[in-house]
């Protein structure tokens, strides 16, 4: 998968592809210089014209080949507007990783693009953020910022322990938290271990 040496051009992709309101693209009847030989040309013309390029990965990502490589559509979707590659992470700011509007995607750093996710499959507690611990039966809150993970607390509820979450996560994040203003509640007082929590300035 490419990523930072892309080399495809705008020009080559708006010959190659139509881009429609939604962020998806579609095939043009492509040039001759894009192939090796007018066979070629007539044969990739007459099976994929008008129809929509790529494939959706495992990741939830579509992707799509071109100049035998491939890419993120959402990538090639900034590509096409802007006529530079994004110099680092694209977020997909509604979490639908198939929306590929223009207006759904923000440059982001690693911490930020990973912060506004869905919550994972895996999650045994209902709520992000949250576990709890089998030895006391308490809850415990915890967030990862920068790759350094912190316990906020233990909780005599998992609501209380995602409460503790929520504020941190948007205090961390800011606007690339999923957590939408007037969710987050105040920390309860009753917290045990309670730490000073994650500074405005991350």
Known sequence: ???????????????????DRHGDFYWKVRPTRHFNSEVDC????????GKKAGRVSCWGYRQI???????????????WHHG???????DHINQDRLDNRIENLRLATESNNQANVRIRRNNTSG????DRIKKTGRWRASICVRGI????????????????????HRIA??????????????IPHHAENEPSLISNDL
Do not use: D
């Open 42 to 49: 007539a044969r990739a013309n007459a099976q994929w014209a």
């Open 65 to 79: 080949g071109l100049g035998r490589k491939v890419y993120y559509a959402h990538r090639l979707v900034w590509l």
């Open 127 to 130: 709520f992000r953020g949250v």
């Open 1 to 19: 998968m490419t990523y930072h040496s892309e080399v495809l051009t705008q020009k080559y992709l708006r010959e190659a592809l139509r881009l």
């Open 173 to 186: 994040f800011r606007e690339f938290s999923p957590v939408k203003a007037g969710v987050c509640r105040t």
């Open 149 to 168: 993970k912190a316990c906020l607390g233990m909780f005599a509820t998992p609501e209380e322990a995602s409460a503790a979450y929520n504020e941190a």
């Open 84 to 90: 530079t590659w994004p110099p680092c992470h694209l």
